[in-house]
């Protein structure tokens, strides 16, 4: 049975058999997940108190300001916009109540090496069909089997695999599952990268239904096959833009938070979480200036990335996942970042623009492989929203964000501002600056840029406390995703949750936003695999604190 969800009044089981009133909440770290988390937990009456140690919300989804120019720290894609929406509908609001949404059309370009032309990716399923066909006589055919099974491979993750504790794994015997089991089989011990290729020949095509793996922290040769639904949402459901920038979806998911009336401290960042006979008890941690606070919890919910978690906050009696536990997991890959404010227009690019190089293999087995090390030539991504947002850069200038998957070393170094960061990271960023000078037909990109800050993998590990610098936290590997990837909840104290990135079920913001709802189920013993009903009741006679 479901236990009751918590009011004003009810009370939350921890052991079986042992209930205690858990009404205050302390969520580490104000990333999406952990504000979307709040959200939640407060929405159910739950007194809840956000702890974040910088000086801004959003984790990676960050926001950085010069000179006129606004730069998303983080992500730029806006996929499974359903996602976004029933998030905000569980509060009783919706995504476009909350943001103006814009269909980029076309959704993306790719440039493959040894090609002069690129490909533009359309936001129509029948157009990209066409487009194949248009490149290789034959492929259009296949390419619609292969987004219709994407399609139904994502909509059967999304009614079981995404929203679900996994506490009961019978309840993924249901019938639409068994029915599909042998294909699944399949998906699930075929690489993407084999899979692909039995749909295109023509390697810039292949390219472009492989690339998506990058999303999940992985590469198309280790990623299991399933995650072809990923083609579903950026060939068929569209790319979205967020008017102002991913930092306006933050900014949605805070308010909603606040409204909710959740109390949010940045600078305040958690050194310990406490625990008692088995029981967590509160945290401790700093305030902005610098002093030292205890505060009681009834719950807490870590949001920030596990590995920092359970190896710094936790004792080791207390962890779940403790050093041994991470030397056979991957963290994912870090990258290089540069923020570039340049003057006047980079005509060669779209909002979104993919670089691959020709050797994939080469290229991804640098980052994932064995023998890691950066890739050279590196594959790169820019996104350049001043072509769609005048609100990121000065007038007559554009906004790039560029980003050169890396492995997750600390040892390349970090970032800084004009130049100012380490030798290695400033190359890197030197280097995919003249990519795309090439690429977009504009050879004197590097004279032309005014504002110019990188990130390296050292940043990630300084900012976020990353797990070896990691950009996205553990690759989504067949033996890191579904129920194979960390629980949202500690095996050894009792009250302890997680959420976030780096627990089920895993890397992206819509991600996050559904590990929140996780959160949720699992906290009331709830092993439904279907997204909740919307809205979310509110509890009667709760009080809250407004933050
Ligand atoms: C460069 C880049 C590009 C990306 N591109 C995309 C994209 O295009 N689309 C997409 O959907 N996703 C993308 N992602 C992934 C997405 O940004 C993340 O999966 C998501 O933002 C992670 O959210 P989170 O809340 O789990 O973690 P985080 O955002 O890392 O938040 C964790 C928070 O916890 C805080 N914290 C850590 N330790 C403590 C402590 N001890 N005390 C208090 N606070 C603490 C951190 O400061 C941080 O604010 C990208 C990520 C990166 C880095």
Request: hydrophobic share 40%; proline share 7%; net charge negative.
């Amino acid at each position: 049975m479901t236990p009751p969800r918590a009011s004003g009044q009810k009370a939350v089981p921890t052991t079986p058999g042992r209930t205690v009133p858990a009404r205050r909440v302390v969520v580490v770290g104000g990333g999406i997940s952990g504000l979307a988390s709040a959200a939640l937990l407060a929405r159910e009456g739950y007194a809840v108190t956000v702890l974040e140690q910088r000086d801004q919300l959003g984790g990676r989804a960050g926001s950085w300001e010069r000179d006129g120019f606004r730069f998303d720290t983080g992500p730029s894609w806006y996929l499974m916009p359903e996602v976004f929406d029933h998030f905000f509908q569980l509060l009783g609001t919706s995504a476009d109540a909350e943001m103006e949404l814009i269909k980029l059309d076309p959704g993306y370009r790719v440039y493959s090496e040894g090609h002069d032309e690129p490909i533009d990716l359309l936001a129509d399923r029948e157009a990209n069909i066409a487009l194949f066909e248009s490149i290789e006589p034959g492929a259009g055919d296949r390419m619609r089997k292969y987004l219709d099974s994407a399609a139904d491979t994502y909509a059967m993750a999304v009614r079981r695999f995404l929203y679900t504790t996994f506490e009961d794994l019978t309840k993924l015997a249901a019938p639409d599952v068994l029915r599909r089991l042998p294909k699944l089989a399949r998906l699930l011990l075929q690489p993407l990268s084999t899979f692909a290729s039995k749909a295109v020949r023509d390697r810039r095509l292949w390219q472009v239904l492989g690339y998506p793996a990058v999303f999940l922290g992985t590469s198309p040769y280790a990623a299991p096959s399933m995650y072809h639904l990923m083609s579903h949402l950026d060939l068929a459901d569209g790319v979205l833009y967020p008017k102002g920038g991913i930092t306006e979806v933050i900014a949605a998911v805070e308010r909603v938070a606040r409204r909710e009336g959740v109390t949010i401290a940045t600078e305040s960042p958690v050194e310990q979480i406490l625990v008692e006979d088995g029981h967590v008890t509160g945290v401790v941690h700093r305030d902005a200036t610098g002093a030292r606070h205890t505060l009681p919890a009834d719950l807490v919910v870590s949001a920030s990335d596990l590995h920092h978690t359970e190896l710094h906050l936790l004792g080791p009696e207390h962890r779940t996942y403790p050093e041994a536990h991470w030397r056979k997991r991957d963290p994912g890959p870090s990258a290089v970042l540069a923020y570039l404010g340049v003057d006047g227009p980079v005509p060669g690019l779209l909002h979104h623009t993919l670089v691959f190089t020709e050797d994939w293999q080469a290229n991804f087995g640098a980052i994932f492989g064995k023998d890691r090390h950066v890739p050279d030539p590196a594959s790169i991504y820019v996104c350049a929203p001043s072509l769609t947002d005048d609100s990121v850069a000065p007038e007559g200038t554009s906004n790039l964000f560029v980003l050169v998957p890396l492995p997750a070393d600390l040892s390349i170094g970090k970032g800084g501002i004009d130049g100012a960061g380490d030798a290695e990271v400033e190359r890197i960023a030197d280097r995919a600056i003249d990519v795309i000078a090439e690429r977009a037909g504009v050879p004197d990109l590097r004279d032309r840029i005014r504002v110019r800050r990188t990130i390296g993998p050292q940043d990630f590990a300084d900012d976020y406390n990353a797990w070896s610098g990691s950009m996205l936290g553990p690759a989504h590997t067949l033996a890191q995703s579904a129920f194979f990837r960390e629980k949202n909840v500690s095996g050894r104290v009792q009250g302890l949750y997680y959420a976030g990135a780096s627990t089920t079920p895993g890397i992206g913001l819509p991600m996050c936003l559904i590990s929140a709802e996780v959160l949720l189920k699992r906290i009331h013993g709830d092993t439904s695999t279907e997204p909740l009903p919307t809205p979310l009741p509110s509890p009667v006679g709760s009080s809250r604190t407004a933050g």
